[in-house]
Each structure stands twice: as C-alpha cells, then as structure tokens.
C-alpha cells in the first residue's frame, strides 16, 4: 500500500473515489481515505482531519502513523505547507525536504518506542527521507527544487522576527509545524518516505510583510502535488 498524507491546502483529495475509513489503532482513532479501482493501492491520510480541525501540536501523529503501518503502507509521501526562511524555496513554489530540526519542544508523543513492552530503540536520521522514492519524484518532475532544511516549530502561533533570525542562523531554510514528528514515527514505522514541502509565504521579518498566496495558487499547487504523488506512487515499478 501506498500514502498520501496531506496537510494544509490538501485537506481533501477531490475527483478520486475514495471510501472514508475508521482505523482503531492502539494510539487512537484515525480517518483515512482508500482509493478504489486503479487506485486500490492508495491510502489518502489528511493530518489535520478531512475539516481541517486538528492544530499542529494536538495531531495524534502516532495514530496516524500506526494505521499507516496497520494497513501495510510500505511507502508514503508528505505534502507540508511552509514558510520561506532561504530563497531555496520561495513562496509559491514545490520542493523535495532534505532533513529538518525538530524544534517543537519536546511535548508531542513523537515515539513508538517508550520502553517496557514497547522497546528502547534509538533510530538512525542519517537517512531521514527514501532516496529511490525522492529520485522518483525529481525525475517525474525535474522542476523540483531542494527545499532544504524544515524547521518544525510546535505552533500554533506563527514565529517571531526574532525566532526567524535564529532558524536562519540555524542553517533552516523553510518553517512549518507537523513535519519532525511525522517524520520520526515514520521512520519508527519502516516506512519508506519523501517530503513534498510547498511554500504560502515568507517567514516573518524575511520580506516587510507576512503575505500568504492565494487560494487559486494553493489550489493550483495542491493539483500539480496530487497528480506527482499519484504518478511516484502508483504508476511506477521503478
Ligand atoms: N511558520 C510556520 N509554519 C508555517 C508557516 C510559517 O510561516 N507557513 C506555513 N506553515
């Protein structure tokens, strides 16, 4: 099985049949979509919940990564909103994650393996992210750039100048909220993963003003996101 976990802007995936499905995983429900016909393989997972109703810090990632596992997803594919730090990725733009920071402060449940019965077991991040499955991705789509390094922050508030001054000194080059904890449960997981990061705005104090693209530029990239996905994950025995 294969996955699309979608964040902001791609909530939904419109124009394919999907079948709502309730998993019961030892962490929690969890709602997922499952394609039907030629996309019997896919499993569409919207992080935030179908209505968007889930900020970033009360996602329950480990729910959504047990299902994932529970119902054989081997590879999947992460659709992150950010903002521009560097003009690696700028605003408007898609890009391939190459590693990230966790930043979001150590409160989220962002591990399978809490001792006891569940194991103590320290997984290696010098491959965050499946190269044969982002080598895919760039040869599908050679526009792609290197969207470099993610900066997770715990949110839900935005970032001050301040925070975004010290991230770039950092050496991040993009901000976002959900990534880091996903990341790490599925590496937990074993699932082979690759991280599409789209940027809706530059970082506070990077330009005079936080301004956010429109939702005809969000919808335009959430299509050209979904049809990418769809062709690195099901059309190719690559
Ligand atoms: N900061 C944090 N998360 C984000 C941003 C941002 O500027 N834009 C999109 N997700």
New binding site residues.
């Given amino acids: 099985m294969k996955a699309i976990i979608g964040g902001?802007g791609v909530d939904t995936l419109d124009g394919y049949s999907l079948q709502p499905k309730q998993v019961i995983t030892d962490y929690g429900k969890v709602e997922v979509f499952l394609g039907a016909g030629r996309y019997e393989t896919l499993v569409f997972l919207p992080r935030h919940g179908s209505q968007h109703s889930l900020p970033p810090h009360m996602i329950n990632y480990r729910a959504n990564v047990a299902a994932l596992r529970q119902l054989g997803v081997e590879e999947a594919i992460g659709i992150y909103?950010?903002?521009s730090i560097s003009a690696k990725l700028e605003p408007g733009c898609i890009g391939l994650v190459s590693d990230f920071i966790d930043l979001s402060g150590g409160s989220r449940a962002n591990t399978f393996f809490t001792g006891g019965e569940h194991q103590v077991v320290h997984v290696a991040m010098d491959e965050v992210f499946d190269q044969t499955l982002q080598q895919r991705l760039l040869h599908l789509d050679p526009s792609l750039v290197d969207a470099g390094v993610y900066a997770c922050?715990n949110?839900p508030r935005?970032?001050t100048k301040a925070e975004i001054r010290y991230l770039a000194s950092l050496g991040c080059d993009i901000?976002?909220?959900t990534l880091a904890t996903e990341v790490s449960l599925l590496r937990e997981a074993g699932t082979k993963t690759a991280a599409l990061a789209y940027s809706?705005?530059w970082?506070?104090g990077i330009q005079h003003a936080?301004a956010f693209i429109d939702d005809a530029q969000i919808a335009r990239l959430k299509d050209r996101m979904t049809h990418l996905c769809l062709d690195a994950l099901l059309n190719s025995s690559r």
């Fill in positions: 902001t909103a950010v903002g922050t949110g935005l970032e901000v976002g909220m809706i705005n970082a506070v936080v």
